[in-house]
Structures are given as C-alpha cells and as structure tokens.
C-alpha cells in the first residue's frame, strides 16, 4: 500500500514561470491538505480538499496559486508566475475522513525559484 | 481561526525527559496530533488526542485538557535520534493546522 505520494521531489522555474506540484493521497484516502513550510519555520496550512471540492482554502494566496482534486487522478497545486518568495518546500496530506484520524504526509516537493 | 502555541527550542541531555507545552485556541476542536520532523523530511505521526487525559506509546507520552486548551508531549529516554522538530496540530471546524513546531536537541 503505497503512501502519499508528491512530485516531483525538487522543482526548479525561473521568475515568472508556472509551477505544478502533484500529490496522489493513500489508497482509499479522499481528504488532501496542502501546507507551505519555509526554512527553520512550522508548517503553514494552504487548503483543504475533499474529491472535486475545496473546503478551506483561507491559507492560500487569492492571487497566482490554485488547487484542485479532481474525480480521477492527484491533487495539483498551481502555482502561476512564481517568485522568489515561493521558494519552500510544499507538503500533501491525506486522510480517509474528516478529523478524528491521523493524516499521512507525502515527502514534499522543494521548490527553488531563481 | 485557529492559534497554536509551542516553545521554539528545547535541549536535554541524552537520557532525560522533555515536556513539550502546546497551548491552543479553536473553534470545532475535534481532536489534536502531535508529529515529529526531522530536518528535510516530512512529519511522521507520534499521537492523537481527543479526550482529556493521557495517551502514552512507549517513550512517547501525550496529554490534554480541553477545557485548558492545553496539550504536552513528554518523551522519556531521550536517544540521540530524537533531536527534531516536533509539531503540535489541531482540527478545528475539520482544519488541520499546526503550530511553529519546537526544536529539540539532545546531548549526550
């Protein structure tokens, strides 16, 4: 059984360019957080998605960031016109239900923004 | 919204004992996890806690108060491979949200 799995691992784009992070949940899971962590800093919480609906997404910039979770297929974060500030490492989550259960942690992607 | 509170570092000697405090405030509370991270990698679960009292799990213990808003992590024993980050997080209205985490170097 495979866990939660995000690539790619490490992602490189110059300013201005798009950047599409994937996160495929464990089997079974249909619950994905994505949260945002800076060097030396906690882990910033950016939204919460059920398949095909956003339920939270109150951390995440309303400008050049977006994410999904469609019926077939990972979840994607987008992220438009990068810059330098957006250079972290982003990490997935998944849970088979609303609270009450652990959620497992991909191992992120680390994106650098020259 | 959510506030999550946590020292920023902790240090103990290998051997020891280390209380980790995390003070929250939510609404919808439905439960609060406690996570270890090391540096680079991802968070691994260590415990759960729904109801007030104590959880304990070998050398990981884990307390909380709902009425307090307050939860601790003690770790006993403490080994050299458990210098890392540890993060308290709380769901609240089904948001998971974690604190800065605390800094835990032991030496020996």
């Known amino acids: 059984n495979a866990g939660v799995m995000q690539n790619p691992r490490h992602l490189v784009r110059r300013r201005g360019q798009e950047a599409r992070l994937r996160c495929s949940p464990m089997k079974g899971h249909s619950h994905v957080y994505w949260y945002r962590q800076l060097p030396e800093e906690g882990l910033k919480f950016m939204v919460y998605?059920?398949?095909?609906?956003?339920?939270?997404e109150s951390g995440m910039p309303k400008e050049r960031f977006s994410a999904e979770f469609p019926k077939e297929g990972p979840s994607i974060l987008r992220i438009q016109q990068v810059v330098r500030g957006d250079s972290a490492a982003y990490f997935c989550a998944s849970s088979s239900r609303d609270g009450n259960t652990e959620a497992f942690f991909g191992q992120g992607t680390r994106l650098t923004v020259v | 919204g959510q506030n999550i509170d946590q020292p920023t570092e902790m240090t103990a000697t290998e051997g020891a004992i280390v209380q980790i405090n995390c003070t929250y405030q939510t609404s919808g509370f439905n439960g609060l996890f406690w996570y270890q991270q090391h540096a680079g990698e991802a968070p691994t679960f260590l415990s759960y806690?729904?109801?007030?009292g104590l959880e304990e799990k070998g050398r990981f213990s884990s307390f909380l108060s709902r009425s307090k808003g307050y939860s601790y992590l003690l770790l006993k024993e403490l080994q050299m491979k458990d210098s890392a980050s540890y993060l308290c997080a709380v769901i609240g209205d089904y948001k998971l949200s974690f604190g800065a985490g605390t800094t835990v170097t032991v030496r020996a």
């Open positions: 998605l059920q398949k095909e609906n956003i339920i939270d």
């Open positions: 806690n729904v109801l007030d």
